[in-house]
Antibody, heavy 123, light 109 residues
Framework: EVQLVESGGGLVQPGRSLRLSCAAS????????MHWVRRAPGKGLEWVSS????????AYADSVKGRFTISRDNTKNSLYLQMNSLRAEDAALYYC????????????????WGKGTTVTVSS | SALTQPASVSGSPGQSITISCTGT?????????VSWYQHHPAKAPKPLIY???ERPSGVSNRFSGSKSGNTASLTISGLQAEDEADYYC??????????FGGGTKLTVL
């Protein structure tokens, strides 16, 4: 069974850091790009960051650029999100998601999602 | 900026509804790869449509997608109670970035 399991969320003070992890199983992890997507309370889904299969292509939403770093370890089938200088507006349920395929058109959608990990930013 | 969706839509069981998703020539208009997701609270989002109009394996044919210019649409026919959820469109926006719509809450009356 294809599965993504996020972890690492929690309560953190503004300005502090947190590292999220996503453990993948049931598919060949290093064949696929991966994404982080978040949903803040009362708001909609927001794409946060993406990373290609070999980490050669990385992108961020403007809202997190310069503060968040996405990475992956294909030997451990794991995806990470290092979040620094956290703000109240970063509080959200963070999902990792798998690209639907390695080529178009499947590359452009997210076919498997985890259940998310909650980040709360508060003093 | 987020793609524009209506905040809410509603319909009775058996009816059809359509959710629009308006972007720009930099996202929806440039890339024919809009995807749609259904999100029930406390569950993982579920893909319904990819590549504008294609359904992933296992998705009911009651869900269909289309696109015209900078606007994509999701139509749900034969509404069922379990369709009540939030729906999001998503488009590739170039340079390895993606953008979601603001989300639409579907109420089945």
């Amino acid at each position: 069974e294809v599965q993504l399991v996020e972890s690492g969320g929690g309560l953190v003070q503004p300005g502090r850091s947190l590292r999220l992890s996503c453990a993948a199983s049931g598919f060949t992890f290093d064949d696929y790009a991966m994404h982080w997507v978040r949903r803040a309370p009362g708001k909609g889904l927001e794409w946060v960051s993406s990373i290609s299969w070999n980490s050669g292509s990385i992108a961020y939403a403007d809202s997190v650029k310069g503060r968040f770093t996405i990475s992956r370890d294909n030997t451990k089938n794991s995806l990470y999100l290092q979040m620094n200088s956290l703000r109240a507006e970063d509080a959200a349920l963070y999902y990792c998601a798998k690209a639907g395929g390695s080529t178009a058109p499947y590359y452009y959608y997210m076919d498997v999602w985890g259940k998310g990990t909650t980040v709360t930013v508060s003093s | 900026s987020a793609l524009t969706q209506p905040a809410s839509v509603s319909g009775s069981p058996g009816q059809s509804i359509t959710i629009s998703c308006t972007g720009t020539s930099s996202d929806v208009g440039s890339y024919n790869v809009v995807s749609w997701y259904q999100h029930h609270p406390a569950k993982a989002p579920k893909p319904l449509i990819y590549d504008g109009s294609e359904r992933p394996s296992g998705v009911s044919n009651r869900f269909s997608g289309s696109k015209s210019g900078n606007t994509a649409s999701l139509t749900i026919s034969g509404l069922q109670a379990e369709d009540e959820a939030d729906y999001y469109c998503c488009s590739y926006a170039g340079s390895s970035t993606w953008v979601f719509g603001g989300g639409t809450k579907l109420t089945v009356l």
